[in-house]
């Protein structure tokens, strides 16, 4: 398959049995005991997808996921965390680091493979990339593939907010104090309306809607509509 998966986990018998079945699965598996021998592997093989484990020694999840993404060299990269810890808020803190998904533990091994292969098929292959998305702040722009589009002020504050840390959540009221101020009183739905809107413009594969706790940018990944 050519796909690449770093596995970070303070437990042995952990990366053991995972690696063993994501190999079978072809996948080319490395591994790494703590957030920060995670953090150097990761810079070294560039990995698609890592799976991390939230409660570490050195660096725990949180710390490592934000150093992963603070370093441009590893901007696409899927992070997804695996956890026992799994309480609503824990959960939000995964998502609010950069996480772009939460698989529980104990592990089910056909249930992590098949959510490996749905996260890694968000992956566009390189003759997609012409249709990657720039935003030209000096001139207020933003081109997607050869076209060029000029949006709404609010508009193009709003994807430039979410497009400026990808893989950030961001929740509704981070937003609206953002965009709008905290002076302003808009309507419940005016976000919405808004990301309507540019999704109709860019098209719905960047915009993508953690429901019930905001949005966050991410060049490959396949948006869940809000209902």
Request: with cysteine.
């Amino acid at each position: 398959m050519g796909y690449r998966i770093l596995l970070i986990d303070d437990e042995d018998d952990i990366l053991e049995f995972v690696k063993y079945n994501l190999e079978r699965d072809g996948y080319e598996v490395f591994t790494a005991p703590d957030g920060a021998v995670g953090l150097e592997t990761a810079l070294e093989v560039k990995p698609h997808l890592i799976l991390l484990d939230m409660m570490m020694p050195v660096m725990d999840g949180l710390e490592t996921c934000r150093a992963i993404r603070s370093r441009p060299e590893l901007k696409d990269v899927m992070v997804v965390f695996l956890s026992a810890v799994g309480n609503e808020e824990t959960q939000l803190q995964g998502y609010e680091s950069g996480a772009d998904d939460y698989i529980g533990k104990p592990i089910k091994m056909n249930i992590l493979r098949s959510r490996v292969r749905a996260i890694l098929s968000r992956i566009s292959l390189p003759e997609a990339n012409q249709q990657k998305l720039i935003i030209d702040t000096e001139h207020y722009q933003v081109q997607i593939g050869d076209e060029k589009l000029v949006l709404p002020r609010k508009e193009f504050m709003l994807l430039n907010l979410l497009y400026s840390h990808p893989g950030r959540l961001f929740s509704r009221e981070e937003i609206y104090r953002e965009i709008w101020g905290d002076k302003v009183i808009v309507g419940d739905r005016t976000i919405d309306v808004h990301i309507r809107k540019l999704r109709q413009k860019i098209g719905d594969n960047h915009i993508v809607t953690i429901k019930g706790m905001g949005y966050k940018f991410s060049p490959d990944a396949t948006p869940e509509n809000e209902e």
